[in-house]
């Protein structure tokens, strides 16, 4: 099936720009643009490790309903961007910093033109390492960020400082394959599942996957996750000074939620918000939580001119509502 088939019934999707361009190392870096007329700002959205925008497509019409210009674009060698082995299912990149210089580009070339008074991030898992680090080295670009579940530590099988030797020299003699244990892409049951406690949700992304295949990804390679681990150490020392809002999700079996609160705890302008019966995939959960997850990132991006207490951590409508 065609793109348009699998995705036209989404109201905006003919409206928006689709394109491509040649990111580091001659990598085509896939995105979609959804402009609104009068845009209160624009949003930038960075997904995480296996996604696609396609995935994203019905928060973007929500955002846009909510009356802002959305940006989104596949991280090299995932989704609809390209690979750099000849294994389109392996997860892999060069340099962590491969997907910030894909980002710069983006930003610099299609969203930074388009004029808007406001700019706005958002990162899930990943795309939150992703989008954090950005901050750290264009914190001019964004007024405000939020994260979801994101990615400042890894859910490892064995303590990190025991497994990192390992990793290490697997990355170095084997950088190409699986992790150990690893696979092309293979869907699981949804009673099996670590995303999400919504069927409904769960089944369309799945289906997604399953209608454009070119998206499917399995797990990572040694490189990717050495090269993660290495992103995550720097996150551990990172203080940015950009507002940040961190949504963490309460039963995560992906990433570490203790290095979320520690990066929290270094934080000067921030909000920790824990919502205590998520999974992982905050934005595709049950109804409630996703609700309430997009109302607080959509509170947060709105309330730039709130003071700030004296702990340091910005009061919002929904923080307050709570």
């Known amino acids: 099936m065609s793109l348009d088939q699998v995705m036209g ?63 989104l674009w596949d991280h ?28 710069a580009q983006f930003y610099q070339e299609y969203v930074a033109p388009d004029g808007h008074r406001l700019h706005y991030l958002l990162g899930h898992s990943m795309g939150g390492a992703i989008a954090t680090l950005y ?11 939020a994260v ?11 303590p ?20 150990p ?11 099996r599942n670590e995303l999400t406690g919504d069927l409904e949700q769960y089944q369309a992304f799945r289906q997604i996957y399953q209608q454009v295949p070119q998206v499917q990804l399995g797990d990572p390679s040694n490189h990717w996750l050495s090269q993660a681990l290495a992103a995550t150490e720097v996150l551990s020392q990172l203080e940015v000074s950009t507002p940040l809002l961190v949504l963490q999700a309460g039963q995560d079996s992906i990433v570490c939620n203790q290095a979320q609160t520690r990066f929290c705890q270094r934080q000067s302008r921030h909000q920790l918000e824990h919502l205590a019966e998520a999974k992982h995939e905050i934005l595709i959960e049950r109804d409630s939580l996703r609700k309430q ?10 309330a730039g001119s709130a003071p700030w207490s004296a702990t340091g951590k910005e009061s919002h409508p929904a923080a307050a509502a709570r």
């Open 148 to 158: 979801t579940a994101p990615m400042y530590g890894i859910r490892l099988p064995a």
């Open 9 to 71: 019934h989404w109201p905006l999707w003919q409206q928006a720009q689709h394109g491509q361009f040649t990111g580091v190392d001659g990598i085509d870096i896939r995105f979609a643009i959804l402009r609104h007329p009068e845009p209160k700002g624009a949003i930038v959205v960075s997904n995480g490790r296996i996604e696609t925008f396609l995935k994203y497509w019905p928060l973007a019409e929500q955002l846009h309903q909510q009356g802002f210009s959305v940006y």
């Open 181 to 191: 244990g690893g696979h092309d892409y293979d869907p699981v049951p949804f009673e």
């Open 135 to 145: 901050l750290s080295l264009y914190p001019d670009h964004f007024d405000r960020a």
């Open 293 to 302: 997850a997009v109302s607080s990132i959509l509170s947060w991006y709105e």
């Open 76 to 103: 090299r060698g995932q989704g609809l961007s390209g690979r750099m082995l000849a294994n389109p299912h392996v997860g892999h990149v060069n340099r962590f910093d491969d997907y910030l210089e894909d980002m």
């Open 160 to 179: 990190a400082p025991l497994l990192q030797p390992v990793i290490r020299t697997l990355a170095r003699l084997l950088p190409s394959r699986y992790v």
